[in-house]
């Protein structure tokens, strides 16, 4: 089924770029979800990717010319011709062996039993593997299909080859334009009705121009989710699409919507939490600005509505506006960036219910608060303050304008085109508020914004002619010790010189501008850093509180893409190391432990090729000898410079295949997806990040208890101290594990814990770099595309058994539906009974040691029987209760009746007799009555006569 919206929507924008492809008819443009037996046509391994030929850019094209009238003119025409009769030419040699089913011979549009042409896969052999494009171009052009040949700009256009002759071919494209192409730039392109499949693995032809162009076909619907095997492709649209909110949440739960959506990977995160009892992981990755937050927070939408109840996940939700506000900035790539990774833990309780969140945090940029590139913002927060904070507190906390304060200044950015910064503080206090943030702890934290703007305008003075310097004793100054709590000569002391201990002696030196500058700044991000974590750990207070816990959660991480700019530092170092991290963690799973678990159970299966990284992951652990290692090792050197260590790396690591060292300070990575070059300007600052003890000590003194806390934290962070002692600055820094080691433990800690849960993946594709909407760059989604191997994983997922079932587990779940009885059998005899019952083909499983491997879509099949047989069951039983239910209840009613009626009986008896017994009384009452009155009457009479008698 298919989301309403799309059916509605036309197809736009076709005509741009790729848009060649011919258009459907509509009845045919929503033929997404092909049966499963269709799916197969073609073989499961002939997908080659050829990279090499097709992306040259060279094609060797030869323009021809075509006559406006019309009239192609002799030869053309001629092919022409003769092409469209060759197609009609019996079946040749296809480089699918084993496929008796070619292009030609599917149902073309307009066909109308679709189903009718299924064919069964056909089973892999190790033969198939290894198909390069040649084969597939060769086959492509002795069948005359249409193929994409790609333009000098480097976008891809559907031709129709009109004719072949050695390796040279004509096609003509759709503008009417005809070429004379090398036949091996071809690639085939999928028939139309092929068009927009929702799965990429339901592709015939899974070639790069295919897959950009059926994501493009989508993505103009407003279709932006497609599934690519196990992996979900979501494609930012930059606009509002209608795929959300309750209706949709409502249809994914019962299934009524099948297509590929963030709920529906959601949904089975929760189904398998249940029904495994395995903590789930939803791994959100993509570019800056690809739409990975907003992914997120999509997916937390959906557990907290079918986990809600309890109120907990109104609070984890209101997360959302607070990490964004404190952790988000405006960057050139993206309005709302999120400039630190976020994994967010969401623990269910044993009646599915969501008991509460765990919110981890990893590198925020500190280096934002303090500079920031022309056209970006500091974080979101600063710029909300100043614009939504009211009178009384704009008074309390002396806040200015966001132009008067250098921080924000810098970048003459202050506002973001469509957010109003004010409403935005609004929702941030009233979020602060659900997550049990005081109202004074909100000041304070307010107060501690307020000084780090006010720090940034600390100006300098010289006081002698060596260079040093004093802070200007002036608003910004005053101001800054008064929302910090201190004494203004302490923090001018603080900013201005340096304690240090030179044998026994303690001695003050004097700092210079630039010194002081550093000192100012390194106090700045320090404490907006530390306010960040103070921030996330109140949020994990709250929400870990009335938490009942059954150990199964749900972990969504949103964490930085993969970087790559002109200029990159250490944070595109660190950033990069994560996600060649997470990248091993995609391939493990999705690869490595895939064939292994195939080896292990002795299935015949065919080895895809995948690029591992394990050899840029080791270039950055390797020790003593990796980048990490010496990047700390420099970083304890009293001389060490961004020079020396740069040269260290040349030295000790040129050999290495994927570092490559550059002039003066800068060497090269080569990362998964794609060539690093990184500048050492900064590294070994930026990896020791200290805070010298005299600024601790200054936070330690003051009144105000947030910066008290900050100070206490940052002295009992432990660890082995990587930099402290020996460095040049002297004194006991404050920070003793360096940055790099430091964030490497927390992603090997990351690490272990995706690894104890099932993941699930979602690749944002970014489609555009203007954040518009209707914009589709083939080159940057490609780019993309390989970056994440989504090409990789559908080859490996169609070619392999995605599903997979213990014997016992299998035999457990299946064996009530054998017509046969079969208690006595042993597991796998039960399974093989069950295959063969419901005619499985046998291309379509393979049976291993322990397990049971299907392909995509078996499983659905059986499942889909179990609920049909568990339904029928229930409502067999239903009935057969409801009729026990209805003679109980007559049976009981009949009794009822009886006894009603003695009842009823016995109480009128008991009433007639009483009516009786008056009836009686009233008659002898009645009896004397008339008797007393006929006697008087008598008696009268009697006396009467008796007078007249007696004559007198
Ligand atoms: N599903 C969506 N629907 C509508 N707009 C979206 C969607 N996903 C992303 N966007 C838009 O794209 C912008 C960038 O998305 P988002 O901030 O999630 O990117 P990101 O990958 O997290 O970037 P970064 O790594 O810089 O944090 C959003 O602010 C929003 O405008």
Redesign the pocket.
Known sequence: MHLPKAQTSGLRNTEEKMSQKTVVPPSHRFTKSLPVDFRFMGSPTSDPIGYADVNSGNNGVTSLSVPENGDSGGKVVEKIENGVADSDQANEDSPYIGNAILVEDRPSVGDEDVDSAATPLPSVSKSNIGCRWSDITSYATKKKVQSWFQLPSGNWELGRIMSTSGIESIISLPDGKILKVNSDSLIPANPDILDGVDDLMQLSFLNEPSVLFNLQYRYNQDM?YTKAGPVLVAI??????SLYGNYYIEAYKNKSIESPHVYAIADTAIREMTRDEVNQSIIIS??????????AK?AMQYLAALGGGSGIEDEILKTNPILEAFG?AK?L??????RFGKLIEIHFSETGKISGAKIQTFLLEKSRVVQCAEGERSYHIFYQLCAGAPRALREKLNLKDVDDYKYLKQSNCYSIAGVDDAEQFRIVKEALDVVHVSKEDQESVFAMLAAVLCLGNVSFAMIDNENHVEAVADESLINVAKLIGCDTADLNLALSTRKMRVGNDNIVQKLTLSQAVDTRDALAKSIYACLFEWLVEQINKSLAVGKWRTGRSISIL?I??FESFDRNSFEQFCINYANERLQQHFNRHLFKLEQEEYIQDGIDWAKVDFDDNQDCLTLFEKKPLGLLSLLDEESTFPNGTDFTFANKLKQHLNSNSCFRGEREKAFTVSHFAGEVTYDTTGFLEKNRDLLHLDSIQLLSSCSCHLPQTFASNMLNQSGKPVVGPLHKAGGADSQKLSVATKFKSQLFQLMQRLESTTPHFIR?IKPNNF?SPGSYEQGLVLQQLRCCGVLEVVRISRSGFPTRMSHQKFAKRYGFLLLENVASQDPLSVSVAILHQFNILPEMYQVGYTKLFFRTGQIGALEDTRNHTLHGILRVQSCFRGHQARSHFKELQRGTATLQSFVRGQKTRKEFAVLLQRHRAAVVIQKQIKGRNARKTFKNINNASLVIQSGK
């Open positions: 932006i930012n649209p930059f606009k509002k699409v993509g570019e800056s600005g690809a739409g990975k937050t907003e992914t999509i988000n960057t790539r993206n309005d709302n960036s999120s949103d930085y893409g944002c954040q």
